[in-house]
């Protein structure tokens, strides 16, 4: 398969002989240390072995991503700063998105029984959640036919990006049945999206961060 070229910072491609290149065991250690650093200082409530088991996750995660998210026929920036952060198109991102999910059901408790009332009217937010959750298989078929992983790293960047505007606009915990169960199921899919597409792309889902 055709793939583009590894790009450094300087936008000149990364060449052996000249010794600009870095070693996987180096890059996956500052990458671990540096997403160790950024879960941190964002949740101080994990505990030491907890931290480390994430920031291995997320970590090698997010050199995983770096490279899967682009078109593998295009050339691409080898940034690790940019590849380990919390926000942006970055697998730490994903990560946290499937986390910040998670703790949303763990808080809501009683979510097991929850079931969806198709006669409740969406409220626009819900209605984009539900059809980007509807276009998971159909971005799965492109992926197989195309060869092209970026296809399913985008899309699971847009369904966290979509999630958040629910969120931000659509009480889950506080709203009145039946709209409550129907939140809490949008809920529960876009984390076991979240968690499987990340898994086909070779990356854990962390449920806390």
Request: glycine share 8%.
């Amino acid at each position: 398969m055709a793939y583009g070229t590894i790009l450094g910072p300087d936008g000149k491609p990364l060449e052996t002989r000249a010794g600009g290149t870095v070693r996987l065991r180096d890059l996956l250690d500052a990458a671990v240390a540096r997403v160790r650093d950024v879960v941190a200082e964002k949740n101080s409530e994990l505990t030491p072995d907890e931290l480390d088991t994430v920031a291995e996750q997320a970590g090698i995660g997010a050199v995983k991503y770096a490279d899967l998210s682009t078109s593998r026929v295009k050339d691409y920036t080898f940034d690790p700063v940019r590849m380990t952060a919390l926000n942006g198109n970055t697998g730490v991102y994903l990560q946290y998105a499937h986390a910040r999910v998670c703790s949303i059901l763990r808080k809501a408790a009683d979510t097991t029984h929850a079931t969806v009332d198709p006669g409740v009217a969406l409220e626009p937010a819900e209605r984009a959640l539900a059809l980007t959750l509807d276009a998971y298989g159909t971005v799965l078929d492109e992926v197989a036919e195309s060869l092209e992983p970026h296809r399913l790293a985008g899309y699971l960047y847009e369904l966290a990006r979509v999630f958040t505007t629910f969120y931000d606009s659509c009480q889950v915990r506080t709203a009145s049945e039946p709209v409550r169960s129907n939140r809490i199921v949008l809920c529960g899919l876009t984390a076991a999206t979240l968690e499987r597409g990340l898994g086909q792309l070779g990356i854990a889902a962390p449920q806390r961060m």
